[in-house]
């Protein structure tokens, strides 16, 4: 496993000052919520808000504002942890194929003893671990600091560990498109367009159709909604959240690994 180890280990202070940025963010986030807890005014904004934005936010009728679940969901699930998991996953899976061949050291690395295959497998694993990695620090720091605001009381740690399990398929799903783009195209560029679009496309999807009872039933489409569709902090999660983005992804994996296997490098 020589490529995963030498690809992670190139990417190692990276993964630290990611790291320290998500636990930053963590902290700034579970510390703000003593200053709203059981602030009846946020209720009230909340449901003067139009459907569009509550559907992007992930508010969930039942559910308030105020409370562990309705804020941790609303103000950390459904913007703060995404977006960070979200660009580190799409930029190293942009990277590690894709971005190798564009700067010659893919052609290097292959020169060796070693096959196409085996370099496909090895960074692709070393993509998701590093991923696992940063969703693994941004849960330890929840557990770590939130207690000590009253962020998680009431909380299962069931349900807790359910929401970082679908944010993590999320970011997992949008990673492995990149990685496979880069993979079956030779180039980064076109791999972090690609995912990148159907990130934000996907997002807008979920919040623009909410308001449409018409095209509501289309937001099925969209990975976000498969995401946003319940407070996993209350309900748990579902298949859909979870295993529907995985088995998208290795879909995505398996047809790249083909092609890489058979084109030619640049």
Do not use: C
């Amino acid at each position: 496993m020589i490529v995963l180890r030498r690809f992670v280990g190139d990417r190692s202070r990276s993964l630290l000052w990611w790291s320290v940025g998500l636990v930053g963010l963590v902290a700034m986030t579970v510390s703000f919520y003593p200053s709203i807890k059981g602030e009846a005014s946020f209720e009230d904004l909340m449901t003067d808000l139009p459907d569009a934005f509550k559907a992007l936010v992930g508010a969930q009728a039942g559910v308030a504002f105020s409370s562990p679940a309705g804020y941790l969901h609303t103000q950390m699930f459904t913007s703060l942890i995404p977006m960070v998991l979200l660009i580190f996953g799409i930029g190293l899976g942009g990277r590690a194929i894709g971005g190798a061949e564009d700067d010659g050291t893919l052609e290097l690395l292959l020169a060796n003893p070693v096959t196409r295959r085996r370099v496909f497998v090895e960074r692709g694993l070393a993509v998701l671990g590093l991923l696992a990695a940063l969703t693994f620090v941004g849960a330890a720091a929840l557990y770590l600091l939130g207690p000590a605001f009253d962020v998680l009381e009431g909380l299962s740690t069931a349900h807790v560990l359910a929401e970082w399990a679908a944010v993590a398929s999320l970011a997992l799903l949008h990673t492995v498109l990149a990685f496979a783009i880069g993979a079956a195209r030779g180039h980064r560029a076109p791999a972090l367009a690609a995912a990148a679009t159907v990130a934000v496309a996907g997002y807008m999807v979920e919040g623009l159709l909410a308001v449409t009872d018409a095209l509501r039933p289309l937001r099925v489409v969209s990975p976000w909604h498969w995401y946003l569709e319940r407070n996993a902090l209350v309900d748990g999660t579902t298949l859909q959240a979870t295993l529907l983005p995985v088995l998208v992804a290795a879909g995505l994996a398996v047809f790249s690994a083909w092609r890489f296997e058979r084109r030619d490098l640049r």
